[in-house]
């Protein structure tokens, strides 16, 4: 027998109505390009594909299922170890960016110094150019 709750969510998910991929991102504040990464890697929704058509919708329900997985997914330590990767892995690259020639904040003492005035020579009409 169902709890109360998930007799509760499974009506609100009856009178909700389907989305399509592109409003399901909308919803999610996620691109498309983002989307279709996490289908690819296996962290996408449930989709529901309209017999005989092209139509794809995502189900409330396959919507709420996903949330849910990727809550569960995001505490395992698993999930831990790789955020911190992440984390260390962006130090480092800041690290590297900062001591490059090329970073901004070396780009501020070329900046100062004068670059020589460039002189443009004016055509007129007698020029022959």
Not at 20 to 34: D, G, H, N, P, Y
Not at 69 to 88: C, F, G, I, Y
Request: glycine fraction near 4%; charged fraction near 35%.
């Amino acid at each position: 027998m169902p709890l109360p709750d998930e007799e509760d969510s499974a009506v609100d998910d009856l009178l909700k109505p389907s989305l399509t991929i592109k409003q399901f991102c909308v919803r999610e504040t996620m691109s498309l390009a983002s989307y279709y990464k996490m289908k690819r890697l296996g962290y996408g929704p449930r989709e529901m594909v309209v017999p005989g058509t092209e139509i794809i919708r995502i189900t409330p329900t396959a919507h709420r299922e996903w949330r849910e997985k990727l809550e569960a997914r995001s505490r395992t330590e698993e999930a831990e170890l790789e955020r911190k990767r992440r984390a260390d892995q962006r130090r480092a690259a800041g690290k590297t960016a900062a001591a490059s020639p090329l970073h901004v904040s070396r780009k501020a003492i070329a900046a100062s110094t004068p670059m020589p005035k460039q002189t443009r020579r004016r055509h007129t009409e007698g020029d022959g150019a």
